[in-house]
């Protein structure tokens, strides 16, 4: 039997729930459909930018009280940088970010999204085709059936809905691949310091160590596809080879002890406009290849796009403004506030990333030119 809604959104992560929050007070029923049952654990470098809880936090007000009480989590006041080895360069942030785990994280936010009035949620349900017809669009998940005139794919970078409605295929030019997994038992780390290191063992990329207390961290690796495709690059063997031959590393990961496995995950970038909007949907976060290509930060763009999303909702679905004509205006919105940025970063990954030396050379007069560092860090 088919069950019918008004609104389908797919995927309960941060770009699908902050979708629900924007359209509270719309009357709307809504289905909220995702694969996993929360909390869940949501393969992540978990670091987590002041700006996207702060925008969030306008449609879930308890949200920013629950995130500063949370215990299990990492104040961010710093970044360190270690390029080859050089000393590292240290940016000191006004705004503190956090890192959290994702599995915490996102589900303080759909626990948020599910206080809105008129939301079925349904945990547990893959979603195995999507479909137009009739001006309608169908779903169908593991035991179920939904059917609605609009849908918002939120449903991540395998998206489903990009795939059926937007003729999503991967681009391994606009592409990245990460691995990472929680290690314990760290020694010489700083909660409120992150730790990127930059070497040309991981370019076009970069290895991360973002602690979560004193003695634990999320700890990865990420790298563009440019090249890990044509040269077969193993990211694992590359993940414990880095730790194995840096000496800054072992002095941290001497004792450490890995928690669960060492698990990868897929980077859709955002290093060229895709479409995000069509007749009865519209994509938001990774599902919409919406990932920073030079920091592979993504929760920033999923919390914009699906409030964005859900703030067109609230003010199109119930006048009937289904087409691709006016969900287009939300696309232009996010292309307008990002790509620029966005387009950016994009060139310098592609003209610089790879660039070893230049990198090393950068680093070196970065280090005692304050300008060069405060440039940097705003395009960080």
Same mark, same amino acid.
């Given at each position: 039997? $088919?069950?019918?809604?008004?609104?389908?959104?797919?995927?309960?992560?941060?770009? /699908?729930?902050?979708? $629900?929050?924007?359209?509270?007070?719309?009357?709307?029923?809504?289905?909220?459909?995702?694969?996993?049952?929360?909390?869940?654990?949501?393969?992540?470098?978990?670091?987590?930018?002041?700006?996207?809880?702060?925008?969030?936090?306008?449609?879930?007000?308890?949200?920013?009280?629950? +995130?500063?009480?949370?215990?299990?989590?990492?104040?961010?006041?710093?970044?360190?940088?270690?390029?080859?080895?050089?000393?590292?360069?240290? *940016?000191?942030?006004?705004?503190? =970010?956090?890192?959290?785990?994702?599995?915490?994280?996102?589900?303080?936010?759909?626990?948020?999204?599910?206080?809105?009035?008129?939301?079925?949620?349904?945990?547990? &349900?893959?979603?195995?085709?999507?479909?137009?017809? !009739?001006?309608?669009?169908?779903?169908?998940? =593991?035991?179920?059936?939904?059917?609605?005139?609009?849908?918002?794919?939120?449903?991540?970078?395998?998206?489903?809905?990009?795939? %059926?409605?937007?003729?999503?295929?991967?681009?391994?030019?606009?592409?990245?691949?990460?691995?990472?997994?929680?290690? =314990?038992?760290?020694?010489?780390? =700083?909660?409120?310091?992150?730790?990127?290191?930059?070497?040309?063992?991981?370019?076009?990329?970069?290895?991360?160590?973002?602690?979560?207390?004193?003695? %634990?961290? #999320?700890?990865?690796?990420?790298?563009?596809?440019?090249?890990?495709?044509? !040269?077969?690059? !193993?990211?694992?063997?590359?993940?414990?080879?880095?730790? &194995? &031959?840096?000496?800054? +590393?072992?002095?941290?990961?001497?004792?450490?002890?890995?928690?669960?496995?060492?698990?990868?995950? /897929?980077?859709?970038?955002?290093?060229?406009?895709?479409?995000?909007?069509?007749? !009865?949907?519209?994509?938001?976060?990774?599902?919409? %290849?919406?990932?920073?290509?030079?920091?592979?930060?993504?929760?920033?763009?999923?919390?914009?796009? /699906?409030?964005?999303?859900?703030?067109?909702?609230?003010? #199109?679905?119930?006048?009937?403004?289904?087409?691709? #004509?006016?969900?287009?205006?939300?696309?232009?919105?996010?292309?307008?506030?990002? *790509?620029?940025?966005?387009?950016?970063?994009?060139?310098?990954?592609?003209?610089?990333?790879?660039? %070893?030396?230049?990198?090393?050379?950068?680093?070196?007069?970065?280090?005692?030119?304050?300008?060069?560092? #405060?440039?940097?860090?705003?395009?960080?």
């Amino acid at each position: 039997m $088919v069950e019918k809604f008004d609104l389908i959104v797919a995927g309960a992560g941060p770009a /699908g729930a902050s979708a $629900v929050l924007a359209a509270k007070g719309a009357g709307l029923k809504i289905a909220l459909i995702d694969k996993s049952n929360f909390p869940r654990d949501k393969v992540c470098g978990d670091f987590v930018m002041a700006r996207g809880p702060r925008f969030i936090s306008e449609y879930a007000p308890s949200l920013k009280e629950r +995130l500063d009480q949370f215990p299990e989590k990492a104040v961010n006041k710093s970044t360190a940088i270690y390029v080859d080895d050089f000393d590292p360069i240290i *940016w000191e942030w006004v705004q503190r =970010s956090i890192t959290i785990k994702r599995e915490d994280f996102d589900h303080m936010i759909l626990e948020e999204a599910l206080k809105v009035e008129g939301v079925h949620f349904f945990p547990g &349900e893959t979603i195995k085709e999507v479909r137009r017809e !009739n001006g309608q669009v169908f779903v169908r998940s =593991s035991n179920l059936e939904f059917k609605a005139p609009f849908i918002v794919g939120a449903d991540g970078a395998h998206s489903p809905v990009a795939k %059926s409605l937007a003729n999503y295929k991967v681009d391994h030019n606009h592409y990245g691949g990460s691995v990472r997994a929680y290690y =314990s038992a760290l020694t010489n780390i =700083s909660s409120a310091t992150n730790e990127v290191y930059v070497s040309k063992d991981v370019l076009p990329g970069y290895f991360w160590l973002f602690p979560l207390s004193e003695t %634990s961290a #999320n700890i990865g690796l990420g790298m563009h596809s440019r090249h890990i495709v044509p !040269n077969k690059v !193993n990211l694992k063997e590359v993940f414990y080879r880095f730790i &194995e &031959e840096s000496p800054t +590393l072992q002095s941290k990961m001497s004792s450490a002890e890995m928690e669960g496995p060492l698990k990868g995950f /897929g980077l859709p970038f955002y290093s060229k406009k895709f479409n995000l909007s069509g007749d !009865n949907y519209i994509l938001c976060g990774d599902a919409g %290849s919406m990932i920073d290509p030079m920091n592979g930060e993504g929760i920033y763009q999923a919390i914009v796009s /699906g409030l964005a999303a859900g703030e067109w909702l609230k003010e #199109n679905l119930p006048k009937g403004k289904i087409g691709a #004509n006016a969900s287009f205006a939300y696309e232009k919105a996010m292309h307008k506030r990002f *790509w620029p940025e966005m387009r950016t970063k994009a060139l310098l990954v592609k003209g610089f990333a790879h660039r %070893s030396k230049l990198i090393s050379s950068l680093a070196r007069v970065g280090i005692r030119n304050p300008w060069m560092l #405060n440039t940097l860090k705003r395009m960080m």
